[in-house]
């Protein structure tokens, strides 16, 4: 079972360069999440959808775009790499909103993301 | 805003020795409290999780215990074990489908 794919799995990016990481889950989960992950400060949400062709703008979505044009993808896009930016990436989904119904998130095995 | 806290940041502890994780919360509309455990380069995975009219959940040498009015949770491992070696974290859920998490605990369980 492959549940929630993220690629790349590692990426290093010079100041000023794009790049797209893509989320893949099996599951037929509504609910899509990118977060990052920085030591000390445990996961932050950087954007989410709640379905197929709806965005929305979580807790650090600057510099970052995202879209979910069919179902089962969620791709993360950065249009300009700043160092700030590099962290390990998490793409998540889930069954229902977390705090309704079987709130949990299954999470991919992440990306990490160096901006030089 | 909605803050999460966490302590310990490690934790040590003996095989079968118990380990005690806790969690503060600040949004009084959090209903859903879930910990999830990180092993080294994977994705966090759900452990257990309690809701706002439970105050305690077990699931063999896990538990979480839930006080609303103190608004803190605690996670509890009974009789370690080294592949319990990993970063734990806790989370609750607000607003517009967001959980906010806790910076993390590394547990170490020494043979």
């Known amino acids: 079972n492959a549940g929630v794919t993220q690629t790349p799995k590692f990426r290093v990016l010079k100041t000023g360069q794009s790049m797209t990481l893509l989320c893949a889950q099996d599951?037929?989960?509504?609910?899509m999440y990118w977060y990052r992950q920085d030591p000390g400060m445990g996961l932050r949400l950087i954007h989410y959808s709640v379905g197929e062709g709806t965005t929305a703008k979580g807790e650090v979505p600057d510099g970052y775009n995202v879209s979910r044009l069919k179902k089962q993808n969620f791709l993360l896009g950065l249009e300009s790499a700043a160092p700030s930016q590099t962290s390990v990436y998490f793409c998540a989904s889930s069954y229902s909103r977390p705090g309704q119904g079987v709130g949990e998130l299954f999470f991919g095995e992440g990306s990490r993301l160096t901006v030089l | 805003g909605e803050n999460v806290e966490q302590h310990p940041s490690t934790l040590s502890v003996q095989e079968g020795d118990s380990a005690v994780i806790k969690c503060t919360y600040s949004?009084?509309?959090?209903?859903?409290f879930p910990w999830y455990k990180q092993e080294l380069g994977k994705g966090p995975q759900l452990i257990i999780d309690i809701r706002s009219n439970v105050g305690e959940k077990k699931d063999q040498r896990i538990a979480v215990t839930l006080n609303k009015t103190a608004k803190h949770f605690s996670l509890h491992i009974t009789e370690t074990q080294p592949e319990d070696s990993a970063v734990y974290f806790c989370a609750a859920s607000i607003k517009n489908n967001d959980m906010r998490f806790g910076a993390g605990t590394r547990l170490t369980v020494k043979p």
């Open positions: 599951m037929n989960h509504e609910y």
């Open positions: 949004d009084s509309a959090s209903n859903y």
